[in-house]
């Protein structure tokens, strides 16, 4: 197995949770899905702990960036948009869907993802702004993968549902959010401004 890190517990760390995340992962696609959106999630949380695996044992994988992305897509970015969903929901359409939050599992995961995520930086081979540019590549693939989900709301949603003007409104937001994240990923505009821009713009597509 390659070191990606400076630490070799680490590492096997990093391998153990992306094979436990897989198992859990493969379990979920094989169950029965109302939209296509929910299986186009399942299937990225399925796709993104192969390639951390991967990443410690093919030599052109290897890279932080796999990890690091298995880190940030699967134990922290999904926990945060649930217990956005739930903020959400109560404030807005004063409902308490505790069902959201009530898995102790989603807790522990994003307990967990905070703590690697930490610990990814501390054991890190790669300089501070090759990792800054990564995490602009890493918020251009989540503009992907928005952009994917948007487009399948089109199978999701009749056409009394569907809603041209909001479709149009969260693409631009979409869109936005891939150029300033490319600014990023070109050392064209500063990490912190970046992520700034980002955390408005997401919030605001996702209350849409």
């Known amino acids: 197995m390659k070191e990606i890190y400076s630490n070799k517990i680490f590492n096997w760390i990093i391998l153990i949770v992306s094979v436990l995340t897989l198992i859990e992962t493969s379990y979920r696609l094989t169950k029965e899905f109302e939209f296509f959106n929910v299986l186009t999630l399942r299937i990225i949380l399925f796709i993104v702990p192969i390639l951390s695996i991967f990443s410690l044992f093919i030599k052109k994988l290897n890279k932080e960036f796999y990890s690091r992305l298995f880190i940030i897509v699967n134990l922290i970015a999904l926990q945060i948009a649930i217990y956005f969903q739930f903020l959400v929901d109560q404030l807005f359409y004063l409902v308490t869907r505790t069902d959201l939050i009530s898995n102790p599992i989603l807790h522990i995961n994003f307990i967990i993802g905070l703590v690697l995520f ?7 081979k790669t300089p501070k702004i090759e990792r800054q540019s990564e995490y602009g590549i890493m918020i251009i693939l989540y503009g992907i993968f928005l952009i994917v989900l948007n487009f399948t709301k089109f199978f999701d949603y009749d056409s009394v549902k569907f ?14 959010i891939i150029f300033f994240a490319n600014k990023l990923r070109t050392e064209k505009l500063k990490f912190k401004t970046t992520i700034i821009i980002f955390v408005i713009l997401t919030i605001i597509n996702g209350m849409l």
């Open 118 to 124: 930490f610990l990814s930086i501390r054991f890190s």
């Open 163 to 176: 809603s041209m003007i909001k479709f149009v409104i969260k693409f631009l937001l979409i869109i936005s």
